[in-house]
């Protein structure tokens, strides 16, 4: 939905919300004023009913329609849009902490109601998505637990809505990282990539590449036993006539080790899984579990075929492989991925997928530069 729609829907509800019960109405206000009577300025809902409700009563209203159970599922539903629409703005986002508005919003993706459930998660990713203050704001509600259980529904609009939360959640956050890492989210991550919606595969895939690309480890890097705060400042203090403190965002000031990415793909195979779905079926080393279902409207299509899921996997990849070692073998890979590593050789080398195109190989169609290729071969042969 564009800011332009945004604002105007805002706009029509606002004054469609702008009365109250015990409150006049402008219309009455008006004919007050016309008729010679002064309104009475002590009434406190006056400015009301003049400017309008302000957004932190809608969002409270809304909130409220969305957590009585009594109303029906369309009505919560509705009023989880309008709170999702209001809350788009990040100062409103922001105070949903003041307002304690997250322990609500996270009970209601506990919900029975797989509609309700699909609102509230939209709420959280809308809410997080570029806003380090309310990454780590809802934390402590256990909200990257909420999400990771909402993937075991089986509607996938709620798993759709899930991993654009959990992806607003732990992107570029140590903390939430280390949650999810402590919580075995890698399984979930792990079953999305083989999950029977393509849209789900695809932000997956996606997702896993942004993960590798912001973790500061390397394949080998040890477990630290305890790491410095990443916060960043141009001064150690601040005094008259300094440069002010420039900290960064709030979810790099922390103490919390970010968990070793590369090293969680191999360990909860999400790294054999995400190899064989750029593979053709039949390939040595890959188990059925690990192949994607059909693409395709009718889902008769091989998996290979979506072009977007297959260039997101393959820069997953790339971004895995730059995570090892100088000399790979040291990382001590086992036989069969090893062995998944060289059937992806070979298929990039290979023709294209789709012969009618104007690609001259799989990695030309995966729009793979020669450098990146010539690198990643390197990299695998020397495992």
Known sequence: MSNEKNAQELLKWGLANSTTAAGPSVEQISADIESGRRPDLADPHLYEAIMGKSEAQMMVEQLSVAVDESRSVEDRCTALDNLEMLIETIDN???????????SIIGLMASSEPEVQTAAAWILGTAVQNNDKAQVAVLPHEAVRAVVDLFQSA?????????????????????AMDQFDKLDGWKVLRSALVDPTIGIRRKAAFLLNTLLLQDPNSFTTPVPSAAP?????????????????????ETMRTSVPHPNVARALVESGILSTLLSSLLPPGTHGIDDADLPPPSGSDGDQDPRSDLDFAEKAAA????????????????????????????????????????????????????????????????????
Request: charged share 15%.
């Open 155 to 175: 509607h996938d609009k709620v798993r759709a809505k899930a991993m654009y939360a959990l992806s607003g959640l732990i992107k570029h956050n140590p903390a």
């Open 229 to 249: 705060s990443t916060a960043t400042a141009v001064a150690p203090t601040a005094s008259a006539g300094t440069v002010p403190l420039e900290l960064g965002p």
């Open 93 to 103: 986002a922001n105070n949903m902490t003041s307002m304690n508005m997250w322990p």
């Open 316 to 383: 997953a990849t790339l971004a895995f492989a730059t995570k090892l070692p100088d000399i790979p073998s040291k990382a001590h890979l086992d036989q069969k991925t090893k062995s998944l590593f060289k059937a992806l050789l070979n298929e990039l080398h290979g023709p294209p997928f789709d012969t009618s195109t104007a690609a001259k190989s799989r990695a030309d169609e995966l729009a793979l530069d020669s450098q990146q290729l010539h690198t990643l071969t390197a990299t695998i042969n020397a495992l």
